[in-house]
């Protein structure tokens, strides 16, 4: 359990948000801070996968580490 802050532009947004969706403030707060979790997640992944592009190696297919 959290308690968090917002400006009032946001809980304004938040309302708005709720009424659209027919959902509770807490349940938009809970999907858009799911949302950007993953996406922080992503843009970690993203990062990780560039490095390894990146590199000079070499690289086996995906079908041939599996034989």
Known sequence: RINITVSDEIYEALERLSGKRDE????VGLSLIEQALD?????YFSRV???RLSRKEKRIAHENVWD
């Open 39 to 43: 996406y922080q997640e992503d843009l």
């Open 49 to 51: 996968a560039d490095k």
């Open 24 to 27: 509770s403030l807490a349940g």
